[in-house]
């Protein structure tokens, strides 16, 4: 354990990296599950089949590939405009932390896409129906009834889709963000104590993934508050 | 900047060499990631605590975990461990191929063993009710009822980890590993030109995930052929 004195701050400071990048994310992935869900449901095929397209594409790819392909990417795009302005440029790229962020949110939100559209679609016709009864706007109905009743139902599914996001965030050390498996990698390289060293990020992930658990747990006893009779 | 098409010709053929090697990633750990998940479900629901507990703990670790902080530990960590090094599997733990297919099987076995006992568990009692009438022991309940319908149940769900396992094996270019993604890389850092070859190498996967759910799709035809068709 003494091999590790001296890097515990480097450590947290790593593991709050990876709560930055994990509520960043969370926020995109919902947003782009959201836009994905919709575009599925519209009337308009043109949105429906765009929307077909980015489920196919992030989930067929490897993660790895789609944050490689974001981050070299964006790097030459943004270095090649900037040559435009000032030709003494060599490199400029998207700070690793948000080009990681925007693809990992865009592969899981390709997964809440289906999550939604069908925790959407579970929503029971005869709640929307009572509620147009009582003279409710269709934003209302949207507000106040199939909001509420679609993330009951989308709840497990999504506590999945929180643990892939968690643990994606490990995929960004290969571009260079100072996430735990980085610190781990520097701190190996003046102890030579590996196995200590990942072990380690392990149990830090263990423990994000363990808080995420719980949460869930306890969304979903809450999303059920007023059912408990039923079951 | 423009799309260099004469680039991607050059680089598809390289890139596809490494389709093999991606390949036996799949296939070795997919078939030993089985057996353990079938050993693992077993020891679920055995109805001992001792051993039910074991693969609890296994299951909670290896998918709380990400697979590359998995598969660093086995492959960077382990031999930092006397025992591993003198130990008759050192051949195993030397080598990257190795390393990935045992990290590849211990992450991919979590995950199925999961997925079984949801089948196992979804098996209608009066089934299993009918055999123990007709006579059946314990074990050939399992075998001759249990064991079909779950695996029936448990397809669709399998199918989609072998999906994931498909993007895992990626990773195994992080321990220089020359699979697809490996040799995209190394041509990526030549060429520097990561959307022709990142954006081409993503539909190679993409064609190979489609035949995959091909082939899943008619293995759950043929496991689904007494049951009856709705509509």
Redesign the interface.
Known sequence: MEVLSGWWDDFFWGSVVVAQVFLASLVLMVIFGLIGAAAKLSDSRFAQKIANGYT??F????????I??LY??S???LT?IAQLFNPEIKFLDVPPFWAGTIAIALIVGSYATETFRGAFLGVKPGSIEAAQALGMSTLQVFVYVRVPEMWRLALPAFGNHM?SLI?????I??IGLNET?FV?KQA?GTTG???????V??LI??GF??VI?LTVMGLERYGHRHMRAAT | ?SFDLPLIAEALPKMLMGIGLTFQLLVLSAILGLALAIGVMLMRISGKWYLSWLAQVYI??F????????I??VY??????DFIREGFLWPIFRDPFGCAIVALTLNTGAYVSEILRGGVLGVDRGVLEAGEALGLSKSQRFIYLTTPIASRLALPAYGNDI?SL??????A??ITLADM?GI??TI?AQT?A??EI??S??IV??IV??FLQKLLGRVERYLGRYTIREG
């Open positions: 196919i594409v989930r067929g790819t490897p993660e790895i590939l789609v490689l392909l070299f990417g790097a030459i795009t090649a643990l643990k994606d965030t490990a995929l050390s290969i498996l781990a190996i104590k590996p196995f200590t060293m990942y072990i990020v392990g992930y263990l993934s363990t658990t | 900047m909670y670790v998918r709380g975990t990400p697979i590359l902080v998995q660093f530990i960077y960590g382990f031999p930092q461990l999906i498909l993007k895992s094996t990626a990773l270019s992080t993604t995209a890389r990526v520097y990561p959307y990142f954006i190498l993503a996967y993409m995930t489609f």
